[in-house]
């Protein structure tokens, strides 16, 4: 019987890998040109951790996290979000203390979920934090930094980005009272799942999917009678800043995001190109996670991207350039006892065209067979040698996209002819 991969734990195979490096390539440079630098930390930690940070009573604690304790009696969690693990490791390392911080990182995070498309139970994310900055200037230029990515990457007409205010933790708590008074009166009224959330996580109700739930909700109270003067100033010149920087948005009051470290801004970036998991980028601010994890006062704000998301939707959209799934530029065909010369050869074209992707035929064949090779390959151009072009230190170079007779070459001059002609594609 077959070993087989865990069910929503999936492979990523040669072919797919391609567009998933072109978007991580485009991510890091953006990051890099808002000079935010990358923090590596574990996929495993305390379980306690996450019941912290995320809250106790939401899901992903109670229901999705995969969660164990090894062979001293501990509780361990593998990662169903970073921010918690990032936030730790900061802590730790004392890299917040009296300081401001621009981090990114990116890795497999798990829950477990039913799977579905763009939900897996392994999953991807890249995450975007900002540390010791309390303005709204900080929430601006994430989201700022987001929209120059969807440019970026041609998707900037696919999605679109719904923002509003959690106010205070205080603010919450008292909304909270409010929404939970007046739900519990219609509790009959709602789906099950609000049901559910009621005694547990009552403001996920207002992003709610059930249509009549919704319309229970219209005369709800409203959270934003419940927020704060400064939380509202906070919001209004965040609100100000996108206007001057033309990044469109829409206010959400019914956004409230699903853990409970939020605070002041919450926003998601949509799109409608991939059904019910239309949300690709999400985040907020979280002033009082790193005091609640056990580290001094610091204020914080980020986000995270889902990759298996934006690769979806990238493959949906197809904007990704056809370059991107080409790896080899020069083929390299051995006819005859040259094996040796042909790995020698191509060893001096990787040292002295650096930028060219060559592959060396490996495991013999006939020449007719290593073209088709070759031409399989994707290569531009094949190069030929076989025993009298190896004993007459020649090549022969025979162009696969394009109607031009075949050339021969000095191998000695070969780099800096195939440096010029393979510019011209």
């Keep these: 019987m077959k070993i087989q991969s865990i069910r929503g734990m999936n492979d990523l195979l040669p ?3 391609a567009t998933w490096q072109y978007l991580e390539r485009a991510i890091a440079d953006v990051l890099g040109r ?8 574990p996929v495993l930690e305390q379980t306690e951790l996450f019941k912290r940070a995320v809250g106790e009573v939401t899901d992903i604690v109670e229901k999705e996290m995969y969660s164990f ?18 936030v730790r490791a900061c802590t730790e390392n004392g890299l917040l203390h009296n300081q401001t911080q621009r981090l990114w ?11 579905q498309k763009g939900r897996l139970r392994q999953f991807h994310q890249v995450g975007v934090e900002a540390f010791g900055l309390v303005g709204p200037d900080i929430d601006a230029e994430l989201l700022v930094l987001t929209a120059r990515l969807w440019k970026t990457l041609k998707i900037e007409n696919a999605v679109s980005l719904q923002i509003n205010s959690l106010g205070t933790s205080a603010d919450r708590a008292n909304y909270r009272s409010a929404l939970v008074e007046y739900l519990s009166a219609r509790q009959e009224q709602l789906d099950e799942d609000s049901q559910r959330r009621l005694s547990s996580n009552p403001m996920r109700i207002l992003d709610s999917k059930n ?5 229970l909700l219209n005369d709800a109270p409203s959270l934003e009678d419940f927020i704060d003067e400064e939380s ?8 100000s800043m996108l206007d001057a920087a033309g990044v469109n948005y829409q206010i959400n009051p019914r956004l409230v ?3 409970d470290y939020y605070s002041k801004t919450v926003f998601e970036w949509v799109t409608t190109h991939l059904g019910a998991q239309g949300t690709v980028c999400a985040g907020g601010r979280y002033d009082g996670l790193v005091e609640q994890l056990g580290g001094k006062p610091c204020p914080g704000v980020g986000f995270a991207m889902g990759v298996e998301r934006l690769v979806l939707l990238l493959d949906e959209l197809g904007v990704v350039p056809d370059s991107v799934g080409q790896i080899v530029d020069v083929y390299l065909v051995a006819v005859g006892d040259v094996d040796t010369q042909a790995l020698v050869l191509g060893e001096e074209l990787r040292s002295n065209c650096p930028t060219i992707r060559l592959q060396t035929n490996c495991g013999g064949g006939s020449f007719k067979s290593q073209i088709k090779k070759a031409d399989k390959s994707a290569a531009s151009i094949a190069l030929i040698l076989g025993e009298d072009e190896a004993a007459n230190k020649k090549i022969g170079v025979k162009f696969l996209r394009e109607d031009r007779p075949q050339e021969t070459v000095d191998q000695a001059e070969l780099a800096n002819y195939l440096t010029t002609i393979i510019t011209t594609y």
């Design 69 to 86: 304790d090894d062979r001293n009696g501990d509780s361990l969690s593998l990662r169903p979000e970073g921010t918690a693990g990032c």
């Design 34 to 41: 808002y000079a935010y630098r990358e923090i590596r930390f």
């Design 257 to 259: 995001r699903g853990l």
């Design 105 to 115: 990182y990116t890795g497999p995070m798990f829950r477990h979920e039913r799977p």
């Design 232 to 239: 509202k100033k906070h919001f209004k010149q965040l609100c």
């Design 211 to 215: 249509a009549d739930t919704q319309a």
């Design 15 to 17: 072919e797919q890998s």
